[in-house]
């Protein structure tokens, strides 16, 4: 079984390098994984979590 990140990386993997330097900003939500492939796939992005996920204290 492929781990999260993976599939996520051999999806985005589809799409052409000038569409993915595109991207500015990737929602998701606090899995570690999301995070590191974010600045992998897409270069000039940033993470952003969502408040769904985030537990304000």
Known sequence: MLSVGHQLEKYFLHFNQLTKEKVKIIIT?????YSKLTK??????????????????
Not at 29 to 33: E, F, G, I
Not at 40 to 57: E, Q
């Open 29 to 33: 939500d606090t899995n570690r994984a």
């Open 40 to 57: 992998i796939i897409f270069p000039n992005s940033i993470a952003v979590i969502d408040s769904y996920h985030y537990i304000f204290s």
